[in-house]
């Protein structure tokens, strides 16, 4: 695989010493190679920070990452030097991770130079070339972040993280910060490309329709914890779980109109810090399915115990579902009724 991510967990001291904010608290999946998977969860559900301890911008509490076969989590910056050419991340804001003082041929550049890659009149002609690839005009090498409109920095992100073609990138909503008139040129810029080389994705993002669009399989999180994994098609087809059911429930129907009509689901309640009075330590130590707040179906078993990890029969390699109430083979209650009863 790209990548293997297993027990992941980091936990954080919350504030005023109230307790441990359970940020990522045990998640584990993968990326084949060429694959896209989606993370998906609303804001606060720890996706983001999944992703960084992916790229080891954060240090996890407990779990492994693997990248490429090779265990990562806990090389030393200069062991881990050669390797970061294998990941790369795309965030949110393109202006944040884009030197100001660097001309783009400099800032997508650098990671050639870097990792020896090339240098000299190649070094020219291999940036001109990503920069051709990411849909950038000539001349744009000879300019400077701020001369660009925010769609051009994110394509000189994206030409800078996928410069030393690594086999897995991670890209955090990496149209979430765009004008909505070019989100959805950047998301084709960016199925183009995984498309044409071919590296592994993942794409975090609250962003349904774009999930869809360009995602293989899809992870769903709430509060820490993938609370279902299923093929893209399956998953938009036929959510299992309750919180995905409303998740999806929002999403408008495309045009034309296939077989998801469904009712709205209306959750009550924000997404509350994962903030537990019990100590840091190791994940799935809650004793009570952490949507139960929420969920329309939730029985007395939700608030007393947490549901298991189930992998369910299925279609390209089987789903993943933590809720009480789904069966054994698949079966799952339908939230939208009990929500709107
Ligand atoms: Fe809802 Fe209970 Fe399933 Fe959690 S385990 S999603 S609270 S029905
Ligand atoms: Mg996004």
Redesign the pocket.
Known sequence: SALEVDGLVRHFTAPRGRGTVRAVDGVSLTVGRGEVVGLVGESGSGKSTVGRCIVRLDTPTAGTVRIGGTDITRLSPRKLRPLRKDFNIVYQDPSASLDPRMRVSRIVGEPLTLHRMASGSELRERVEKLLGQVGLPPGTAERRPHELSGGQRQRVSIARALAVDPMLLVADEPTSALDVSVQASVLNLLADLQRDRGFGCLFITHDLAAVEFLADRIAVMYLGEIIEVAPAADLFAAPK???TQALLSAVPVPDPPVQRARQRIVLQGDLTGPVFPKAAGTAQTVDH?R??TR?P???ER?RTQA?EHRTLPGANGGRMVA???VADDGTAPDAAATAHS
């Open positions: 779980h309750p919180y399915c949507f139960h969920c179906l939730a029985v939700c549901p809720c009480h109430l």
